[in-house]
């Protein structure tokens, strides 16, 4: 609680509601300013993009696994729950799809308007437009009909795109929290907000997966509670992060070992009720299709957005043929959970140490790609994110390095390579963030020759150096003259 107090009193106290709300805004100076930026920017690469820089007139370059979270959350919101896992592609739990519900909810009044560009591999001058009644969810890609070429143009990107990306960057908001929580400078959150919007474009921008956004979002703060022993907050805000993306159950071991056995059991309860409740109208409605997307959590090694890894091979057959051939991905993930419970046990000695015990959490999420079965381009990203924000806590060298390793990570992680090379250099990437934020407190100045060694840190064990031994060997000495004294 110290850092909270420290924020308080340097700045003005504002009095009311609204004093505390502006208060509150001052304090995310950073994260507002970078988000206004991402979203105008983001926004600008989906239309304008394709046709400007890549010569495609009338294209939009919209993300096709975003579709997939938006088809189905028009099936949740309009009633057929159980529609959401029979079509592959989906594999979170719903908690993402009542966030898109706004939208979802508008689809039968916005359309997809058909531009035609050419015909036969020659563009017009002046492309024309159709209308298609209905079908509001249409891909952006390219089309082809009788030799004429068409783009998509579906309306309810125009709201989709802006929002999603929205949601998305309440992850620099938590972040820059943890930053000052750390006690991170000011000029240094600016820096880290910058850093972090760039390894998150890769996961909203490309690939359009809010949900792994949002759920970091819910989970970072939770850890923030934690740290302040809020620990009904905390928990809640874990279990609607548990609700949005299952994958941050690595992060329960690092609370269990901050919150201590007392609070084992009400974190774990807190951590699974949002997710089962989100989840119960699938259930009922398609009970096999539920549990078999949500246990096996299939995975396509041979898609070319696809990356096998040296495990794919131990990862259950499902079937397919080519491109659609499909392996198990959650037997796998139960080993990166078990060995996030490692972690967490080897994190019980850091209770006093938030710096620690965030990077516990960066390793804890790093496991994903160090055991996974097949894997994607932004899965390195959670990771990433957070041990930059720990990173923010080291001397000046090895900051610029780990933002350096981190957007390098981000950028190789796009790149077409070889099975071997692509995973080899992304958990490189990884684990050289991990190194380089390890152990992040700066160091002082340089100490005289007889202060070389640093007083211990609350909670820790004292240290028994010459120091020590000398004055023992005193006070040995001291009652030795005692009792001949008394003799």
């Given amino acids: 609680m110290a850092c909270w107090q420290t924020v308080a009193t340097g700045t003005q106290r504002q009095s009311g509601p609204d004093g505390a709300a502006l208060a509150r805004l001052r304090r995310r100076t950073w994260p507002v300013v970078v988000t206004v930026a991402f979203v105008c920017l983001a926004t600008a690469y989906v239309f304008r993009w394709g046709s400007v820089v890549q010569g495609q007139p009338s294209s939009w370059l919209a993300p096709d696994d975003l579709w997939t979270s938006f088809a189905a959350a028009v099936d949740f919101i309009h009633g057929h729950p159980g529609a959401i896992y029979s079509t592959p592609g989906f594999l979170a739990f719903p908690g993402v799809l009542i966030l898109l519900a706004p939208l979802a909810a508008l689809g039968g009044s916005l359309h997809t308007t058909l531009v035609e560009i050419g015909s036969h591999h020659h563009l017009f001058r002046h492309p024309r437009i159709l209308l298609v009644q209905g079908s509001p969810n249409l891909r952006t890609h390219m089309l082809t009909s009788g030799g004429n070429q068409y783009f998509a143009h579906p309306q309810v990107l125009i709201l989709l795109a802006p929002y999603v990306f929205l949601l998305s960057c309440s992850v620099l908001f938590a972040c820059d929290a943890l930053a000052e929580r750390l006690q991170v400078t000011w000029s240094r959150r600016a820096i880290l907000a910058l850093a972090e919007a760039a390894v998150l474009w890769n996961v909203v921008v490309f690939w359009g997966h809010p949900e792994d956004a949002i759920s970091m979002t819910l989970v970072l703060y939770a850890v923030l509670l934690a740290l302040d022993e809020r620990w009904v907050g905390a928990g809640w805000l874990f279990g609607a992060a548990m609700a949005v993306q299952p994958l941050v159950i690595v992060i329960l071991p690092i609370l269990l070992a901050m ?10 309860l807190r951590g699974a009720i949002p997710a089962v409740v989100v989840t119960i109208p699938s259930l009922v409605s398609s009970f096999h299709a539920t549990v078999h997307t949500l246990t096996s959590q299939p995975a ?28 198990g991905g959650g037997p796998l993930r139960l080993v990166a959970l078990a060995l996030a419970v490692l972690v967490g046990w080897w994190a019980r000695r850091w ?5 620690m ?21 932004y899965y390195v990203w959670p990771a990433l994110a957070v041990g930059l924000v720990v990173a923010a806590r080291a001397t000046n060298r090895r900051f610029v390095a780990a933002i350096v390793v981190a957007v390098g990570t981000t950028i190789v992680a796009q790149w077409h ?12 990437g990884v684990t050289g963030l991990l190194v380089v934020s390890a152990r992040p407190e700066p160091s ?3 100490a005289q020759p007889s202060e070389r060694r640093s007083p211990p840190r609350a909670g820790a064990a004292p240290r028994r150096g010459r120091t020590a031994v000398s004055q023992q060997k005193k006070r040995k000495l001291a009652r030795t003259n005692r009792k001949s004294a008394r003799r």
Avoid: I, Q
């Avoid at 015990?357 to 894997?375: F, I, K, P």
């Fill in 417 to 428: 390579l070889g099975e071997w090379p692509w995973w080899a250099l992304d958990v490189a």
């Fill in 300 to 327: 396509y090694p041979r898609l070319p957005s696809d990356h096998r890894t040296p495990w794919t091979f131990l990862a259950p057959k499902l079937g397919g043929r080519g491109t659609s051939t499909s392996v």
């Fill in 351 to 355: 209770k006093n140490k938030p710096d």
């Fill in 259 to 268: 919150g201590g056995r007392r609070r084992a059991l009400t974190l774990v």
């Fill in 357 to 377: 015990l965030l990077w516990a959490t960066a390793v804890a999420l790093a496991l994903r790609c160090y055991t996974e079965s097949v894997m994607t381009a």
């Fill in 444 to 446: 002082t100045a340089p």
